[in-house]
């Protein structure tokens, strides 16, 4: 199993799900993790469970919403910590329903944590990323981002924005001889966070464990891999939509339960 010693990462959203597991996996694996959460208990309780089980992590506050407080969280964590030499971009929020009736605070919203907090933590710490000998840069998007998400537009549509800005960055990185630096996204269908309760899952796409999600993660990093898609059956969504008349594609998602899987979502705030 690969070790990710010498690697100080910064993940955000990490005091629940998969970024919580993230943070406790990457300490066992000899990673210095900075757990950050929008409040500072959340992330204090993942660090306290991380030193008894002997590893290394510190509890700070990031509301990646928050845009004009990033750069200043990246220049505390300069003076307290130093640089890092690897950013999951974790942090994410949902807000299903039929479009109209969601209030547009909340779509936009969506915009903000999912796609602009995640290019504004990666603009504050893309130079440590560049200066670190090996570096990493995590996007978690979705597999929504493959296909249009009937109930949840503005989820998908934050996440294609997270596919089209990862992927750019990581060409990016080798036109200009930044190899080491590896960017990597990822794309998992339905994990049991809570994130998306009440969800009807797509044929062939059982509710993923959140254990598995972090580990395929950490493996996809470990392998320097440019996409993390799970499960692997999600990976021929592109091809299917590449080659199937846009009606029959139409028909495969609603009767595979595609189209039709966020109508019954009630997500964590609704019980
Ligand atoms: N669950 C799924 O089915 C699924 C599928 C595909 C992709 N994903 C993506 O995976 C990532 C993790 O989700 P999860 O399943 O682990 O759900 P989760 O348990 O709800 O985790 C989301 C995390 O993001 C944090 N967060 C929300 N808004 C934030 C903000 N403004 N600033 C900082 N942190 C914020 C949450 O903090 P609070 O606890 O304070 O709200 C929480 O810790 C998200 O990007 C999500 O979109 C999830």
New binding site residues.
């Given amino acids: 199993m690969t070790r990710f010693d010498n690697h100080r990462v910064v993940i955000?959203?990490?005091?629940?799900?998969?970024?919580?597991?993230m943070a406790e996996k990457l300490a066992a694996r000899g990673a210095e993790v900075i757990v950050?959460?929008?409040?500072i208990a959340?992330a204090r309780e993942v660090v306290e469970c991380i030193r008894n089980a002997g590893g290394n992590a510190h509890a700070y506050t990031?509301?990646?919403?928050?845009i004009a407080t990033i750069a200043r969280f990246r220049d505390k964590l300069h003076e307290e910590r130093g640089p890092i030499s690897m950013l999951i971009?974790?942090?994410?929020?949902?807000f299903g329903g039929e479009f109209e009736q969601v209030d547009l605070q909340r779509h936009l919203?969506t915009f903000?944590?999912?796609s602009e907090?995640l290019m504004a933590c990666t603009h504050a710490f893309m130079d440590d990323l560049i200066a670190a000998p090996r570096a990493h840069l995590v996007n978690?998007?979705?597999?929504?981002a493959f296909i249009g998400l009937p109930y949840g537009s503005t989820?998908a549509a934050s996440?294609w924005a997270v596919v089209g800005f990862s992927e750019s960055l990581r060409l990016e990185m080798l036109e200009r001889g930044l190899k080491q630096v590896k960017v990597t996204t990822?794309?998992?269908?339905?994990?049991?966070?809570?994130?998306?309760k009440g969800?009807k899952t797509p044929l062939f796409s059982p509710?993923?464990t959140?254990n598995r999600?972090a580990d395929s993660i950490l493996n996809g990093v470990a392998k320097g891999e440019a996409f993390v898609i799970e499960p692997p059956m999600a990976r021929s969504v592109e091809l299917l939509k590449g080659v199937l008349p846009r009606k029959l594609w139409d028909q495969v998602a609603r009767r595979t339960g595609v189209s039709t899987s966020m109508y019954s979502w009630k997500g964590?705030d609704k019980g």
């Avoid at 971009?89 to 949902?94: L, P």
């Avoid at 978690?140 to 929504?144: E, G, L, M, Q, V």
């Avoid at 990822?186 to 998306?196: D, H």
């Fill in positions: 955000t959203g990490a005091g629940a799900g998969i970024g919580r597991l950050t959460a929008r409040r959340a990031l509301d990646v919403s928050k971009n974790n942090a994410g929020v949902v919203d903000k944590v999912n907090g978690i998007a979705s597999a929504s989820y996440k990822v794309c998992p269908s339905y994990i049991a966070t809570g994130m998306f969800v509710m993923l959140p999600v964590k």
